[in-house]
């Protein structure tokens, strides 16, 4: 999978905490994965203000509760290997980079939220 260093290390993050299952705090984060703890505390920031990461009262880091709920996981999961499959075949005559692959689902899963996130709210 091609990834840029931002989405790689942010990738870490979040499966460093769904693995753990547990709240962890900035040192222990940048312990495990190796990495320094202004990057991880950078990452960390953002993941919160995209509603992906939740800061406990004692400055722990968890994922939000979604990604830990058996049910959703295995709802996504599969919703997303629909969206891959279609567009796969709509590309399948098409020369494609798996970067390109990755902009249209990401565009896809973008406008489906928009267009149905009234109806949930």
Do not use: W
Not at 89 to 110: F, S
């Amino acid at each position: 999978m091609i990834m840029n260093d931002n989405i790689s290390t942010r990738f870490k993050i979040i499966n460093e905490l769904l693995e753990k299952k547990e709240p962890l705090n900035l040192t222990a984060i940048s312990k495990n994965l190796k990495l320094d703890k202004e990057l991880v505390f950078h990452h960390l920031k953002n993941l919160k203000e995209e509603y992906i990461v939740a800061e406990t009262d004692d400055k722990e880091y968890v994922l939000q509760s979604i990604f830990y709920d058996e049910n959703v996981l295995e709802i996504l999961n599969s919703g997303m290997k629909s969206i891959i499959l279609t567009i796969l075949r709509e590309l399948k005559d098409a020369e494609y980079e798996e970067e390109q692959l990755m902009e249209a689902v990401k565009n896809n899963l973008q406008l489906f939220i928009e267009t149905f996130a009234t109806e949930i709210i």
